[in-house]
T-cell receptor, first 114, second 109 residues
Framework: DTGVSQDPRHKITKRGQNVTFRCDPISEHNRLYWYRQTLGQGPEFLTYFQNEAQLEKSRLLSDRFSAERPKGSFSTLEIQRTEQGDSAMYLC????????????FGNGTRLTVT | AQRVTQPEKLLSVFKGAPVELKCNYSYSGSPELFWYVQYSRQRLQLLLRHISRESIKGFTADLNKGETSFHLKKPFAQEEDSAMYYCALSGGSNYKLTFGKGTLLTVNP
C-alpha cells in the first residue's frame, strides 16, 4: 500500500501523559496536513507543512501540541499533558503541491484519554 | 472566514431514487469546492472537485456562486453509495480544506 500511513491506529493514554503520532505521506508529496476529527464533526485543520517548513497552525493547536516534519518526509504530532478533550481521531493527509491538488488521507490515529 | 454548512446529518433514500446532498459555503474570495466520501471502514477519499467538472460514480455537483452552494446529486442511488459525505472548501494559497460536518447517506434496498 503506497498511501498515507499513520501509526499507531489506536492509542489509549491516561490524562497528563504525553503521546506522539507518526505520519508517513505518499513519497512524492511535498505538502502534509494534520486534521482532528471528533464525533459528529468534519475534520478540522490543525497544521500543515510544505516540505519541512510548518507554514500554518490553527488556533485549535494549543501550546501542548507540536508537530514536526524533519527532512520533509514523515511527520510527528506530539501532545503533551493530554486532557480528556484531546480524545479524537487525528488524521494526516498529503498532497502534491500543485494548485489545490486533492488531499490523500491516512486511516487516522484514534486517541482516547482516560 | 471560511465556512461549510451541510444541513442534513442523515439522509435516507431507496435504491433507484434520486439523491441530493446539500452543501452551502461562506467565503469572500474565489473558492475551490470538493466532495469527499468515507465508506464504512475506509479512509476519507476525494469523490469529486468542481473544477474538474466530471461525473464520478454517477455523482455530479455544480458550483452555484449566486446561491453559494455546491450540492451533490445522483439520479439513481445505489446501495453501495451508502457512506458519509463531506463537502469541503479550499481558499487562498495554503490549500487547506475546511470541511462541513458531513451527511450520512443510507441507501435502502
Amino acid at each position: 500500500d503506497t498511501g498515507v500511513s499513520q501509526d499507531p491506529r489506536h492509542k489509549i493514554t491516561k490524562r497528563g501523559q504525553n503521546v506522539t503520532f507518526r505520519c508517513d505521506p505518499i513519497s512524492e508529496h511535498n505538502r502534509l496536513y494534520w486534521y482532528r476529527q471528533t464525533l459528529g464533526q468534519g475534520p478540522e485543520f490543525l497544521t500543515y507543512f510544505q516540505n519541512e517548513a510548518q507554514l500554518e497552525k490553527s488556533r485549535l493547536l494549543s501550546d501542548r501540541f507540536s508537530a514536526e516534519r524533519p527532512k520533509g518526509s514523515f511527520s510527528t504530532l506530539e501532545i503533551q499533558r493530554t486532557e480528556q478533550g484531546d480524545s479524537a481521531m487525528y488524521l494526516c493527509a498529503s498532497s502534491f503541491g500543485l494548485l489545490n491538488s486533492p488531499l490523500h488521507f491516512g486511516n487516522g490515529t484514534r486517541l482516547t484519554v482516560t | 472566514a471560511q465556512r461549510v454548512t451541510q444541513p442534513e446529518k442523515l439522509l435516507s433514500v431507496f435504491k433507484g431514487a434520486p439523491v441530493e446532498l446539500k452543501c452551502n459555503y461562506s467565503y469572500s474570495g474565489s473558492p475551490e469546492l470538493f466532495w469527499y466520501v468515507q465508506y464504512s471502514r475506509q479512509r476519507l477519499q476525494l469523490l469529486l472537485r468542481h473544477i474538474s467538472r466530471e461525473s464520478i460514480k454517477g455523482f455530479t455537483a455544480d458550483l452555484n456562486k449566486g446561491e453559494t452552494s455546491f450540492h451533490l446529486k445522483k439520479p439513481f442511488a445505489q446501495e453501495e453509495d451508502s457512506a458519509m459525505y463531506y463537502c469541503a472548501l479550499s481558499g487562498g494559497s495554503n490549500y487547506k480544506l475546511t470541511f462541513g460536518k458531513g451527511t450520512l447517506l443510507t441507501v435502502n434496498p
